[in-house]
């Protein structure tokens, strides 16, 4: 299965409202990353934290990692339309490989 | 700009007709990847390379070949397409990690729609 598997797989909210999406993983990581992509367009990096970090925060993404509990949220405060898109995870594993390992992501409906 | 260039950007092809997809980038990566995305499998990948001349496949290099003879370019060719490489692809670039150390943030290109029939 997935390494990095998010929750939920889709969410639909109002613009304002705060949209919080979840990742889960297996095996210890380096680092895990959240990209955004918007539909049929490449994905765009929006916050790597490390293993050693708690929480990072990007203008109005804020993103936990919870190391013990493998698993981060991705939080995005006072939603716009324009966040509507996919959001996926992505696993840097320990133990040598070069390779990201994507989740197959939340898809993320900010309605106005 | 930084940027991960592709080529073409749509292409519809018929079983059996070799294609290459180029893949461009302009900020001195080292590392370079390919992806396919399809529905409800999210992003899988193919190939990668580390730096000129230095290839590995990923998940899923059945039925793909690349190369890596300049730093920048990094294509992806199919030999003999079939139908079940009809796909979303996608190329991305990042520095290589140093030994010991985490990945960095990975760029990607804007994707190419194939479609083989």
């Known amino acids: 299965s997935q390494q990095g598997e998010e929750d939920p797989q889709a969410l639909s909210i109002q613009e304002g409202e705060n949209a919080t999406m979840n990742c889960s993983y297996k095996?210890?990581?380096?680092?895990l990353q959240w990209y955004r992509q918007n539909s049929g367009r490449g994905l765009v990096h929006l916050i790597l934290?490390?293993?050693?970090?708690r929480e990072k925060h990007s203008g109005r993404l804020r993103v936990t990692l919870d190391t013990s509990k493998k698993s981060s949220s991705l939080l995005i405060t006072a939603s716009r339309a324009a966040d509507t898109a996919s959001y996926f995870c992505?696993?840097?594993?320990?133990?040598?490989?070069?390779?990201?390992?994507f989740g197959k992501g939340t898809k993320l409906t900010v309605n106005p | 700009e930084a940027q991960v260039t592709q080529n073409p950007r749509y292409l519809i092809t018929v079983t059996g007709k070799k294609l290459t997809v180029t893949c461009s980038q302009n900020?001195?990566?080292?590392?370079m990847s390919w992806y396919r995305q399809d529905p409800g499998l999210g992003l899988r990948q193919i190939y990668y390379?580390?730096?000129?001349?230095?290839?590995d496949k990923g998940d899923v290099p059945e039925g793909y070949k690349v190369s890596r003879k300049e730093k920048r370019n990094f294509p992806l060719i199919l030999e003999s397409p079939s139908p079940n490489q009809t796909s979303l692809y996608f190329c991305?670039?990042?520095?290589?990690?140093?030994?010991?150390?985490?990945?960095?943030?990975?760029?990607f290109g804007p994707g190419t729609r194939l479609t083989v029939t």
């Open positions: 991305a670039s990042s520095r290589r990690r140093v030994p010991g150390g985490s990945s960095y943030e990975q760029y």
């Open positions: 390379s580390m730096n000129v001349e230095v290839t």
């Open positions: 900020m001195n990566h080292e590392y």
């Open positions: 992505a696993t840097d594993l320990q133990g040598g490989s070069e390779k990201l390992v």
């Open positions: 095996t210890s990581i380096n680092n």
């Open positions: 934290i490390r293993s050693n970090e």
